[in-house]
């Protein structure tokens, strides 16, 4: 896991360990020190901890005028033992909303698994506050979002058919919001 790291390929253009609005401002990394875990493998210190035994995330790109920010998972989500939701939602997606973010999109190519609780009160609480914006998960593996569906999380994060994005990696933040943007749009017939 120690060779997993979360995407660079916007850090030109954002860092969020530089931006005075972001949870992880001033934040310092080492590329040779390993010292977070998850179940006693070290993962890449690049990663940034929101208090969850088993859950990192890396904000790789916001954009305060356009109202977006991109948001990389890694680790295991869990909302039955750690509660994941509440940590991630407090820890940083508060922290986005309260300077104007209301569109979100998690990527999620490494999260291994999920294992979740039928108490949605934090899903629901983020789904409230982005009033007309919306939530996006894209890259999630099948039988996570399976598992979505089946704890009703996709009542507040959009996720699956074209929102299946193999190359996002390969656009530039704005045209992958843009073309999320469009995807919810014609989905959510606003």
Request: aromatic letters at 18%.
């Amino acid at each position: 896991m120690q060779e997993i790291e979360p995407s660079y390929q916007w850090e030109s253009l954002y860092n969020a360990s530089q931006d005075p609005k972001s949870p992880f401002y001033g934040r310092t990394y080492s590329n040779t020190e390993y010292t977070h875990t998850i179940y006693s493998y070290y993962i890449h210190p690049l990663w940034d901890e929101i208090d969850s035994e088993t859950l990192y995330c890396k904000i790789l790109f916001t954009d305060y005028a356009k109202q977006f920010s991109i948001i990389e998972l890694m680790g295991e989500w869990n909302d039955t033992l750690h509660n994941d939701i509440m940590l991630f939602k407090r820890g940083v997606i508060d922290h986005l909303l309260a300077s104007g973010v209301k569109y979100f999109i998690l990527v999620g190519e490494n999260v291994f698994n999920f294992h979740g609780s039928w108490e949605d009160d934090y899903y629901a609480e983020w789904f409230e506050e982005v009033e007309d914006g919306w939530i996006a998960g894209i890259g999630f593996p099948d039988f996570i979002e399976r598992e979505w569906s089946k704890y009703k999380i996709d009542y507040y994060i959009n996720f699956g058919g074209t929102l299946q994005i193999p190359q996002w990696r390969t656009l530039k933040p704005e045209v992958l919001f843009l073309g999320i943007h469009k995807i919810l749009s014609k989905r959510l017939g606003a």
